[in-house]
């Protein structure tokens, strides 16, 4: 069984510009979380996608979008990237939304604001 | 305004001994309760987790416990192992908000041999 991945691993962005991560979740999850954890401080759910659908969404601007495929993996899109948008991005998938299902994290994509 | 707060950064404790983690909110709707441990360059993995509805859960060395008059919840790992070192988050959820999860800034636990 293959767990969550995430890619890339680190990425470097000038300011205004605009970035993508990608997402694979654990076979047979329909559900993908996305977390945005700034240095020093818990993650912050920005949006989940369920079946395809988004299914609920933080505190975060428009220019944070998302978008979920067929086979169930998930992109995050950030536009005008922002010196504060500088974190550890983590996805985690669970087998379903609407219930304390479990959620399976991925290891991250570190994104740097320059 | 932070929901859900571990006023510790970090903690260190010695092998063997019990390892106590705590973790306070403020919204009295968190119905679900989890703690997640995560090392360097990987990402949270569950450990364990408690209903509003229960007042202790246990798993193995794992025991996490809820009082919900104070709006408190400590997880206890005895006894404690050097791979336990490693950051600890609490979370919460709520089924009104389709049990997003609010998280903790995290302790960091470090087990001296």
């Known amino acids: 069984e293959t767990g969550v991945t995430q890619s890339p691993t680190h990425l470097i962005k000038t300011r205004g510009q605009q970035v993508t991560l990608r997402c694979s979740s654990q076979s047979g999850h329909n559900t993908v979380s996305w977390y945005q954890q700034a240095l020093g401080q818990g993650p912050q759910f920005i949006f989940q996608y369920y079946r395809e659908e988004e299914n609920g969404r933080g505190n975060f601007p428009p220019r944070f979008s998302g978008l979920q495929f067929p086979n169930y993996s998930s992109e995050l899109n950030v536009n005008a990237l922002e010196l504060d948008d500088s974190a550890l991005y983590l996805c985690?998938?669970?087998?379903?939304?609407?219930?304390?299902?479990?959620?399976?994290f991925g290891p991250g994509t570190r994104l740097t604001v320059t | 305004d932070q929901q859900v707060k571990q006023n510790s950064p970090s903690l260190s404790v010695q092998e063997g001994r019990i390892s106590i983690l705590n973790c306070d909110y403020t919204?009295?709707?968190?119905?679900?309760f989890l703690w997640y441990k995560k090392y360097p360059a990987e990402g949270p993995t569950f450990l364990i987790s408690i209903s509003s509805i229960k007042d202790k859960n246990e798993d193995g060395r794992f025991t996490v416990f809820l009082n919900k008059s104070a709006k408190h919840l400590s997880l206890h790992i005895v006894p404690s192992q050097p791979g336990d070192s490693a950051v600890y988050f609490c979370?919460?959820?709520?089924?009104?908000?389709?049990?997003?999860?609010?998280w903790g800034a995290g302790t960091k636990l470090i087990i001296k041999p």
């Open positions: 979370a919460a959820s709520f089924s009104d908000s389709n049990y997003q999860l609010i």
């Open positions: 919204n009295s709707m968190f119905d679900y």
């Open positions: 985690a998938s669970s087998l379903s939304a609407g219930g304390p299902y479990e959620q399976y």
